[in-house]
């Protein structure tokens, strides 16, 4: 199916494990997005790509790591995950011509 | 601050108007969003409006930028309970530069009394 797609939806995982969480696309748009959602603080980006092999970091980048191998593809990785971490996920890609971002549906990640 | 402003709030009657306000803080934003979040769901572009505008108007939603104030509103006609929703103020600080992060505003919970 065409459009952005997210995934685990939910993880619960402990303090101190590695989490990758998955985000692909189909509109080949060059700009992806990673950001976090969290009561009382709205949407903070976290990291954001321009295209392939490029990233560049958002208001709240530390403690994550993103690749961007392929254009459709965008993962964000907890390298040690934190209570703190507990959230949900957004990805999103943008339309270049008009800044529009589309927005997959989340995943909620819970850290014990 | 280099926040959006937007109120937490806004309960009406069914068959109302909504109003929902926000403020940004770029002048020089290219682009302004509304969003809309359904509980469980991502976020659903409901309409943008170019910075040379002051008004879109798109079936039961209208739009009102009035950019000397640096304040966005959006109209919902007639509300619905299916309106029932977060709804999210954006605006892009980095216009056609390539890359295009977002800023929203901490959302308003739009609730519809039956």
Request: net charge negative.
């Amino acid at each position: 199916d065409a459009g952005i797609t997210q995934s685990p939806r939910y993880k619960i995982t402990e303090t101190g494990r590695q989490v990758t969480l998955m985000c692909h696309q189909t509109w080949s748009h060059s700009y992806m997005f990673w950001y976090r959602q969290d009561l009382g603080h709205g949407l903070r980006l976290i990291y954001y790509s321009a295209a392939a092999d490029i990233t560049d970091k958002g208001e709240v980048p530390d403690g994550y790591v993103v690749s961007r191998s392929k254009t459709e593809n965008f993962p964000l990785t907890l390298e040690s995950a934190t209570r703190s971490q507990t959230s949900v996920y957004f990805c999103a890609s943008s339309d270049s011509e008009t800044d529009t971002q589309y927005f997959g549906p989340g995943t909620r990640l819970t850290v014990l | 601050g280099e926040d959006v402003e937007q109120s937490l709030f806004l309960s009406v009657r069914e068959g109302d108007s909504s109003v929902i306000n926000c403020t940004y803080t770029d002048s020089s934003s290219t682009y302004l969003y509304w969003y809309k979040q359904e509980p469980g769901a991502g976020l659903q572009l409901l309409t943008y409006i170019f910075s040379n505008m002051d008004m879109k108007q798109d079936q039961r939603l209208t739009v009102l930028l009035n950019k000397k104030d640096k304040h966005l509103s959006l109209r919902i006609a007639d509300t619905q309970t299916g309106d029932s929703a977060i709804y999210f103020c954006a605006e892009s600080r980095y216009p056609n530069s390539g890359n295009t992060p977002l800023v929203f505003g901490k959302g308003t919970r739009l609730s519809v009394i039956a």
